[in-house]
């Protein structure tokens, strides 16, 4: 079992940045791959980026690239996704998950655990 735990939403104008933590807790951090997913209001749950169990891969949706880094630190049981270049179209609830199974994937089914979100908004 692994517990998630979200933090480091708010509220910032278009243009800004936030950091964005998950903090792990149970069994090995390092032995299973993270993911970001968000879900803006009335819509489902997508895909943000995902970093492997070393954190040597990384992977990013296309909306995202070039403006969103994640990183994770096994020593604090943390991932991160730093979010630069802010748009109003970024404002949805963002959520961590952890894959079991350690590869680089975007399907929410195969993340086995998934925090509580936290959210970000961006005003224009």
């Known amino acids: 079992q692994v517990q998630l735990v979200e933090s480091g939403g708010g509220l910032v104008q278009a243009g800004g940045s936030l950091r964005l933590s998950c903090a792990a807790s149970?069994?090995?951090?390092?032995?299973?791959?993270m993911g970001w997913f968000r879900q803006a209001p009335g819509k489902e749950r997508e895909f943000v980026s995902a970093?492997?169990?070393?954190?040597?891969?990384?992977y990013y949706d296309d909306s995202v690239k070039g403006r969103f880094t994640i990183s994770r630190d096994n020593a604090k049981n943390t991932v991160y996704l730093q979010m630069n270049s802010l748009k109003p179209e970024d404002t949805a609830v963002y959520y961590c998950?952890?894959?079991?199974?350690?590869?680089?994937?975007?399907?929410?089914?195969?993340?086995?655990?998934w925090g509580q979100g936290t959210q970000v908004t961006v005003s224009s």
């Open positions: 998950a952890a894959d079991a199974v350690g590869s680089l994937r975007h399907r929410e089914m195969e993340y086995d655990y």
């Open positions: 970093i492997s169990r070393t954190g040597g891969r990384t």
């Open positions: 149970g069994r090995i951090f390092s032995s299973y791959a």
